[in-house]
T-cell receptor, first 115, second 113 residues
Framework: AQSVTQLDSQVPVFEEAPVELRCNYSSSVSVYLFWYVQYPNQGLQLLLKYLSGSTLVKGINGFEAEFNKSQTSFHLRKPSVHISDTAEYFCAVSHMDTGRRALTFGSGTRLQVQP | ETGVTQSPTHLIKTRGQQVTLRCSSQSGHNTVSWYQQALGQGPQFIFQYYREEENGRGNFPPRFSGLQFPNYSSELNVNALELDDSALYLC????????????FGPGTRLTVT
């Protein structure tokens, strides 16, 4: 079975500061990895995904994430955050070989950007 | 190109009742997945429909059932509602496989009293 752990439930940060949201996963097979963002009263929006190839993945809104197979991590980073980045962020995985139908999500990290 | 829409936005039901939630897929998408998001948690996969057939199911009891129609819109039905069914229900439309981007609707907030 696969699982996703987001170590921080809340991350407060000042505007224009860098931020890292941590995600670790466990799976016995190769996985695809995703980060989604959820703004208040909205559905989830894909930020970025890792399927194969370069371990550094760039996404929308200036976010990037690095896949580290040895540490089974897929941390999300942004060098300078804005107030508008305040939202809930979810890391998700899916099996590459079987069950390529569903996402397993972490419990989420609430990013709170303060002026 | 229209996005994924869900109806109703909010719903209040009594324990033991039945509920039907609806989802309209994004144009060109033949797959719909349903997720349950309890307060303060990440979404949990309920099931997926591909071309009107159930194509995978998560760890949910049979009282959670669904349909997909020829136009690829979908319904989620929940029978014998329990208090723990209170959650945000999200649908996502996509092409067949999960590596294709899933487009999520805004969700239906279900409250069971």
């Amino acid at each position: 079975a696969q699982s996703v752990t987001q170590l921080d439930s809340q991350v407060p940060v000042f505007e224009e500061a860098p931020v890292e949201l941590r995600c670790n996963y466990s799976s016995s097979v190769s996985v695809y990895l995703f980060w989604y963002v959820q703004y208040p009263n909205q559905g989830l929006q894909l930020l970025l995904k890792y399927l194969s190839g370069s371990t550094l993945v760039k996404g929308i809104n200036g976010f990037e994430a690095e896949f580290n197979k040895s540490q089974t991590s897929f941390h999300l980073r942004k060098p300078s955050v804005h107030i508008s980045d305040t939202a809930e962020y979810f890391c998700a995985v899916s099996h590459m070989d079987t069950g390529r139908r569903a996402l397993t999500f972490g419990s989420g990290t609430r990013l709170q950007v303060q002026p | 190109e229209t996005g994924v829409t869900q109806s109703p936005t909010h719903l209040i039901k009594t324990r033991g009742q039945q509920v039907t939630l609806r989802c309209s897929s994004q144009s060109g998408h033949n797959t719909v997945s349903w997720y349950q998001q309890a307060l303060g948690q990440g979404p949990q996969f309920i099931f997926q429909y591909y071309r009107e057939e159930e194509n995978g199911r998560g760890n949910f009891p049979p009282r959670f059932s669904g349909l997909q129609f020829p136009n690829y819109s979908s319904e989620l039905n929940v029978n014998a509602l329990e208090l723990d069914d209170s959650a945000l229900y999200l649908c996502a439309s996509s092409l067949r496989w999960v590596e294709d981007e899933q487009y999520f609707g805004p969700g239906t907030r279900l409250t069971v009293t």
